[in-house]
Each structure stands twice: as structure tokens, then as C-alpha cells.
């Protein structure tokens, strides 16, 4: 036996044992019903990932609902394609700024509610198959919505649809109503190296 011909003989013998340990394990996981998924952190991603999940959900001609609370000046490029080009998919959006740009606590609040029925709606409506809160945990941080209100509804949300929440923060009470809780860290920036934020890749 050369020594190649040993090399490929090991591998063969261990990836046969990972596959034996993979299979087995997706035979055990055999619950069909809707994920909840958290993405928090401070790296960037999390939104991006949940539009990523969106276009999933879209190729299988599925039904999705995105609600965003917080929308920044710039319109975003995946606001834009939704808009144009994807009518299974329903896109609300709070309307205000950054809380720290409208200072103006009362009406972030008034906002926060209003967007928040459109949320409710889509997580008790069992034709959409994944809704997606997007930057919802500043809603929660601020104590703009009330976090068991928010829990109570998304653990009643119809058995057969998907959740992506995505923001910083998320508490531990929220994180235990999700079934996968991903936390993007934060390694390094583009803008802490001053490059500006870039269509396509940022918004
Ligand atoms: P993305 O939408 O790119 O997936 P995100 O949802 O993870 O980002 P947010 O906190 O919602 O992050 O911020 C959105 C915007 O802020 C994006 O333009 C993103 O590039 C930028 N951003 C995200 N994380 C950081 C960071 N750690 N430092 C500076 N800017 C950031
Ligand atoms: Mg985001």
C-alpha cells in the first residue's frame, strides 16, 4: 500500500463514520413545525441573514410578512427588490428614524404599537410561513412593547410558520422562546476603518 492509497483508505473509514453519525442524527430530529430564530450581536449580519432566509422561503413560493422597527433614511436594497418584485412577500415598516435621531419618546411608542398590530396580525395569519421582526429587540430594550406581550405572541404563532427576529440585545426571556439563538460577534467593522457604508452590501 502506498502511502496516498493509506491516506484515502483513512479518510474513506472516517468519513463513513461521520456520515453514520450525521444520518442518525437527522433521523432523531424528527419534529416538523416552524422554526423561531434569534439573530443578535453586535457584528453585522443579522438582518442580511434573515433577508437571506426571506429568498429562501420565496424560492419555495412560500408566503412571508416582514415587519422592520426601526427604518434608517436610506432605503434598502432588499426593501426595493421586495417592493418590485416579490408580491408573496408584505413589507411593513415602522416609518420613524433611529430613536436616537427623533428623540421624541411618545411617538416613538405610538409608532412602536402601530407596528407592532401589523406584526400580531401576521404571526396569528397561518397562510404566512415565515414573518420576520426585524430590529424588534430595540422595541424591547426601550420598553417601547411590552416583552411578554411580545413572548405570547410568538409562541401561539400557528405551528407550521417560521420567526426570524434579528437586533442587539433580545433578553434572556426571549431567547428562551426561540428554538435557535445565533449571536454575530463583532470582530471588525469597514466603518471604524472609515469606509462609508456601500449600497448592496450595507443597505
Ligand atoms: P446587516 O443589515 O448588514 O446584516 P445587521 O442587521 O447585523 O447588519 P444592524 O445593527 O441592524 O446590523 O446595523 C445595520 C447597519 O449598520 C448595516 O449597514 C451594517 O453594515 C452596520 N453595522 C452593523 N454592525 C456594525 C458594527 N459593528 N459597526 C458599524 N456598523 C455596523
Ligand atoms: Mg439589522
Not at 456520515?19 to 434569534?38: H, N, P
Not at 398590530?117 to 420576520?132: G, H, K, R
Not at 410568538?154 to 440585545?169: A, C, D
Request: with cysteine.
Amino acid at each position: 500500500m502506498t502511502d496516498d492509497s493509506r491516506k484515502d483508505a483513512r479518510h474513506e473509514a472516517a468519513m463513513k463514520k461521520q456520515k453514520a453519525k450525521v444520518d442518525a442524527r437527522i433521523a432523531e430530529a424528527d419534529t416538523e413545525c416552524g422554526v423561531a430564530v434569534l439573530l443578535t450581536g453586535n457584528g453585522k449580519g443579522k438582518s442580511s441573514s434573515a433577508f437571506g432566509m426571506v429568498m429562501r422561503a420565496l424560492g419555495y413560493g412560500q408566503k412571508v410578512g416582514v415587519v422592520q422597527f426601526i427604518k434608517g433614511e436610506q432605503l434598502s436594497g432588499e426593501e426595493i427588490y421586495l417592493r418590485d418584485h416579490c408580491p408573496q412577500a408584505t413589507l411593513y415598516q415602522m416609518g420613524t428614524g433611529f430613536t436616537w435621531n427623533t428623540q421624541d419618546r411618545s411617538g416613538d411608542i405610538a409608532a412602536a404599537e402601530r407596528t407592532w398590530a401589523q406584526a400580531e396580525a401576521m404571526l396569528s395569519d397561518a397562510s404566512i410561513d415565515l414573518v420576520v421582526l426585524d430590529e424588534i429587540t430595540y422595541m424591547l430594550a426601550y420598553k417601547y412593547l411590552d416583552e411578554q406581550r411580545v413572548i405570547d405572541a410568538i409562541q401561539s404563532r400557528p405551528p407550521e410558520q417560521s420567526l426570524v427576529v434579528t437586533g442587539r440585545g433580545g433578553g434572556s426571556a426571549l431567547q428562551e422562546a426561540m428554538d435557535t439563538v445565533s449571536e454575530v460577534k463583532d470582530i471588525k467593522h469597514a466603518f471604524r476603518a472609515g469606509i462609508k457604508a456601500r449600497q448592496g452590501v450595507d443597505y
